[in-house]
């Protein structure tokens, strides 16, 4: 036992030993920057849970609109997709110059 004795060699067998151990708790399969990394894509995937909710409220409410056959809301929609105009009016459209 002279090998450990030699308080030089201690020092770097120790020092190896935690060198190796904080590289193992950092980079392993349930180290912390996994961790960090997984934790990040549950804030991404939360917020993006959020904006998705807040659509589908919108979606049902035009949706719910149109089941109540609401004049105006049918009006818009004719106009924006279809491009459809009452009788007796002119479509105007513009064109940005390039």
Not at 66 to 76: D, M, Q, T, W, Y
Request: net charge positive.
């Amino acid at each position: 036992m002279k090998f450990i004795e030699n308080k030089k060699t201690r020092f770097y067998i120790i020092t190896a030993v935690v060198v190796i151990g904080t590289l193992y708790l950092l980079f392993n399969s349930y180290g912390v920057v996994k961790y960090a990394k997984v934790k990040n894509e549950l804030e991404d995937l939360n917020i993006r849970i959020t904006q998705l909710e807040e659509q589908n409220r919108m979606l049902e409410a035009e949706i719910d609109s149109l089941k109540r056959n609401v004049p105006a809301k049918i009006e818009k929609i004719a106009r924006e997709k279809y491009d459809m105009i009452r009788p007796n009016e002119k479509k105007i459209e513009f064109k940005a110059e390039e």
